[in-house]
């Protein structure tokens, strides 16, 4: 495990059960204790784990999904909505496009049941859209989209069933015309929330926008509770400095392992506020250092051939998962980097099998 982030309490295979200041003391007592040795993560206590709404990765029937480009797959939530043909509802899934994402991959191929994912990460976003206004955020894909077409409290787009008891929604009825775009219940219903590379990128990256940051990421994670969430899983900003044209900037390498701190200690704290709720998050950091410093130890990762430089033929529009320009030196599915932000199509498939496993690991007793 690579050292980086001050406060770490998962790796890559790890979860954070609801409640746990106890687990970060814990582990900071361990670790300076047994400074030299590696803290075994994947064994802490796992003794206070909220699972009356989790019953496992097989029983998750919907995601919701919120994030930035790394996510957003083009949903617009005014045309087709998701369906057992159609998981992705719009755009339909395509098992060959070069633009596959991890969220694709956990849906499709990772997946242990049936699941319908609503996404509504777009490209640019970040957590909070008056604090840095990149067109989208957390708070706009929660509030605009979410809430006043999914949750059943506020206005409707379609129907305006708004008498469904918060967290109540389970029964399908595809017959029915009215309600909520989708029905959901809490404990088969996973809430995804990737945020951070915009946030960091395109700011100052000052303790103080971080701390406002971090109060708007809490609010709203506390509306999605109040909407009836239960499950979370949250994910972390990997070392996009180690990507290229990264300007030379020393804060950058610095101001990702502070984001992923205070991640972990949101994790934690709105677990520990809210224990009938699970958190699973996972580390991307130390994934993408993990592939960065040996792709042969995953198997989708294995073939790359390049972990370090964008090729311009590559960045602007993708034939096909093969595609090939011979002043690339490689085809695009050997390179690590789709530019300098971006990462090619295995990358986000190993993510996604990762993911899966966290999900998995952390079964309904
Ligand atoms: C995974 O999802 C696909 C697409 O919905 C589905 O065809 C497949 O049966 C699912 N896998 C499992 C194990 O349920
Ligand atoms: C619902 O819509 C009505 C009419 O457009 C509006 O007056 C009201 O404020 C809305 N309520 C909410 C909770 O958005
Ligand atoms: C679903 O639709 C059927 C047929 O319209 C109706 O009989 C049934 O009561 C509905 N169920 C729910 C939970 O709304
Ligand atoms: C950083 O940016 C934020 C938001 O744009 C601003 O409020 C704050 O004053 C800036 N801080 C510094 C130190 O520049
Ligand atoms: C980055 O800046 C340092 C110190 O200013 C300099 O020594 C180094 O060569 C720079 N690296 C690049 C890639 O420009």
Known sequence: MRSGVPV?????????????????TLLVFYTSLVAFRKPS???APQ????????????????????????????????QKQPCPEDPFGNPTYDPIS???????????????SKVETYNFAVQGATVDQTLINRGSAFSTQEGEKFLPNYDGQGNQTVGGDNDIAVGKRKNRNSSSKSGPLATWAPETTLFSVWFGINDIVFSNRSEALFDRIFESYSRTLDQLHTAGARNFLLLNVPPI?????????????????????????????????????????YDTYGLFN???DGPEDFEQTRHLGNLRDQCDKYVKK???????????GLPYDQYFWRDGLHVTFPVHRVLAERVAGLLRGWQSR
């Open 47 to 78: 003794t206070q784990q909220h699972d009356s709404h989790w019953k496992g990765w097989a029983n998750i029937d919907t995601i919701f999904s919120f994030g930035d480009s790394y996510t957003a797959t083009g949903f617009n939530l005014n």
């Open 98 to 112: 070069p633009y596959l994402k991890w969220i694709h991959y956990l849906t499709m191929t990772y997946n242990d």
């Open 241 to 281: 400095h180690r990507g290229p044209n990264q300007p030379n900037d020393s804060s950058l390498p610095k101001s990702i392992p502070s984001w992923n701190a205070r991640l972990a200690a949101l994790a934690t704290i709105f677990g520990s506020m809210n224990p009938e709720t699970s958190v699973f998050l």
């Open 290 to 292: 993990k592939i960065l």
């Open 318 to 328: 993708l034939a096909s998962q093969e595609m090939y320009e011979r002043e690339c």
């Open 41 to 43: 993560y994947t064994s």
């Open 8 to 24: 770490r309490i998962s790796s890559q295979l790890t979860y954070i059960p609801g409640v746990i200041i106890l687990v970060l």
